[in-house]
Nanobody
Framework: QVQLVESGGGLVQAGGSLRLSCATS????????MGWFRQAPGKEREFVAA????????YYADSVKGRFTISRDRAKNTVYLQMNSLKPEDTAVYYC?????????????????WGQGTQVTVSS
């Protein structure tokens, strides 16, 4: 089992920045990849960014490319999502996810473990 705890959400004005953190615990040695997803009210959960834990391969959704950066701190078993130039359409609950399986990282079904989510609200 892997436990994930997100933090860092909040309210920010358009153009501002936030950094989300995802602290992991448990069987972290078995982690193949970690990702960030988001879900706005009435919409499906959508992919934001992902990275493969051992080889640092990184993937972004087109909607956040150039504005968001995913990174990790191996010593702290923590993954971050730096979000810059935020837009009102970035408003959502952001979820951290982890998987021990090799597979697609751009869909929720590719992940086994999820955090509780953290709210990000961007005002115009």
């Amino acid at each position: 089992q892997v436990q994930l705890v997100e933090s860092g959400g909040g309210l920010v004005q358009a153009g501002g920045s936030l950094r989300l953190s995802c602290a992991t615990s448990g069987r972290t040695f078995s982690t193949y990849a970690m990702g960030w997803f988001r879900q706005a009210p009435g919409k499906e959960r959508e992919f934001v960014a992902a990275l493969k834990w051992s080889v640092s391969s990184i993937y972004y959704a087109d909607s956040v490319k150039g504005r968001f950066t995913i990174s990790r701190d191996r010593a702290k078993n923590t993954v971050y999502l730096q979000m810059n130039s935020l837009k009102p359409e970035d408003t959502a609950v952001y979820y951290c996810a982890a998987t021990g399986r090799v597979g697609t990282l751009r869909v929720p079904a590719g992940y086994d473990y999820w955090g509780q989510g953290t709210q990000v609200t961007v005002s115009s």
